[in-house]
């Protein structure tokens, strides 16, 4: 019993000490989310992290004005991204509520060699990326499903399944028949 206390005091104070970490580098960021440890970060004061969200050991956060452009990466709550992403942006990526991300995750808003400025990202809310997906200068909709390796360069709607390089649409959320039908 005393050492379940004990451990239960020592833990907060770890977390405690993590966050007040993690604030220098990442100034606003809640103290419900957690970013690991062995996470890079730059730009941190144009990040934003929003509640009860996770960053995975040894991402990379970057977010640096490469032109005139004010920029801003966003993530939202309950947002959880896993090891190895990699989100840059130079103008604008946002990460809406509830997105998930399975390791070795690139999402950028440019590309380079030489830069190039593409869209601003968009991540929809509810929306779940593959492992080893990209996505570049395209907005997802809300409550899709991107599949393992897949490319985006273009914009998906809402409620689609896509995969491939580049992504393509192989499903869309019936709402007359709640259910998901392939796409020719």
Sequence with gaps: MYGMIMFGIIDRIRKRLNHCITKRKLPNIPETSSIARHCIITGG???????????????????LPLTNYKVKLSVGNNCNIGMFAHIIATRSVSIEDGVLMAQGVYISDNLQQPLVQKNNVVIGEGTWLGERVSVIGAKIGKHCVIGTGALVLNDIPAYCVAVGMPAYIIKRYCFDRKTWRKTD
């Design 45 to 63: 004061s144009n990040i934003y992290v929003g509640s009860h969200s996770q960053i995975a050991d040894y991402s990379w956060l970057m977010a």
